[in-house]
């Protein structure tokens, strides 16, 4: 509902109680610890959600270990947050950490770890590594195929994204046939007014205006 303020004030006042009666390093502290993080992250506080992310990633590694689904996930939280601060490569360094823990964990084709896949290539993006994004895409959106079917949001959405790895590269007939495909499958499974299809239809638009003056 958009209401941050009171969010943050509960679960700022959860917090205080669950490291009162349970201690600092109690699962449901650190869960507190990541719902706050997750408020100021929406909030655009990002470097207070860092390091609330950091205090719940450090608390996490203590009571389950570094490779623990749980403590994996406060990496890839981490990985995140430093991607919106433009902290690329130290994002780079925990996706990576993430994306290995969970292919031992997990397994290489779990959706968690196919997440991690997606979060390095689009902190890769960002770094103007294309060859390795574009990898990481190829492989994300095979596995998703493979785990959740063509029409699956997951599905589309990594189509989406190596679309627009390729808009960036002026590689205009690959984007725009996958923009198509992305863009139609959400149609199908979204609906035309929702916002992912929306946006997925404006960047189509704008690649064929690109085309058109070049």
Same mark, same amino acid.
């Given at each position: 509902?958009?209401?941050?303020?009171?969010?943050?004030?509960?679960?700022?006042?959860?917090?205080?109680?669950?490291?009162?009666?349970?201690?600092?390093?109690? =699962?449901?502290?650190?869960?507190?610890?990541?719902?706050?993080?997750?408020?100021?992250?929406?909030?655009? &506080?990002?470097?207070?959600?860092?390091?609330?992310? $950091?205090? !719940?990633?450090?608390?996490?590694?203590?009571?389950?270990?570094?490779?623990? @689904?749980?403590?994996?996930?406060?990496?890839?939280?981490?990985?995140?947050?430093?991607?919106?601060?433009?902290?690329?490569?130290? !994002?780079?360094?925990?996706?990576?950490?993430?994306?290995?823990?969970?292919?031992?964990?997990?397994?290489?084709?779990?959706?968690?770890?196919?997440?991690?896949?997606?979060?390095?290539?689009?902190?890769?993006?960002?770094?103007?590594?294309?060859?390795?994004?574009?990898?990481?895409? $190829?492989?994300?959106?095979?596995?998703?195929?493979?785990?959740?079917? &063509?029409?699956?949001?997951?599905?589309?959405?990594?189509?989406?994204?190596? !679309?627009?790895?390729?808009?960036?590269?002026? $590689?205009?007939?690959? !984007?725009?046939?996958?923009?198509?495909?992305?863009?139609?499958?959400?149609?199908?499974?979204?609906? @035309?007014?929702? =916002?992912?299809?929306?946006?997925?239809?404006?960047?189509?638009?704008?690649?064929?205006?690109?085309?058109?003056?070049?």
């Amino acid at each position: 509902m958009g209401q941050y303020e009171v969010a943050k004030k509960m679960g700022t006042g959860a917090l205080k109680a669950r490291e009162g009666t349970l201690g600092s390093e109690h =699962p449901d502290t650190l869960n507190s610890m990541n719902g706050i993080a997750l408020v100021l992250w929406w909030q655009g &506080k990002y470097e207070a959600a860092e390091e609330v992310n $950091r205090r !719940a990633l450090e608390g996490r590694e203590k009571a389950l270990g570094k490779e623990h @689904p749980s403590t994996l996930t406060s990496v890839s939280n981490l990985a995140l947050v430093l991607q919106y601060q433009g902290k690329y490569e130290a !994002a780079e360094e925990m996706n990576r950490r993430a994306l290995e823990g969970r292919e031992k964990a997990l397994g290489k084709e779990h959706p968690d770890t196919l997440t991690s896949v997606d979060n390095l290539a689009g902190v890769l993006q960002y770094q103007g590594k294309y060859e390795a994004a574009e990898e990481m895409n $190829r492989r994300a959106l095979e596995g998703y195929e493979k785990a959740l079917g &063509k029409e699956h949001p997951d599905t589309l959405t990594s189509i989406y994204c190596l !679309a627009f790895l390729f808009h960036q590269q002026h $590689r205009y007939d690959a !984007a725009s046939e996958l923009y198509e495909s992305a863009g139609s499958g959400y149609q199908r499974v979204l609906g @035309p007014e929702h =916002p992912t299809t929306v946006a997925c239809l404006k960047h189509y638009s704008s690649l064929t205006q690109e085309m058109q003056h070049n």
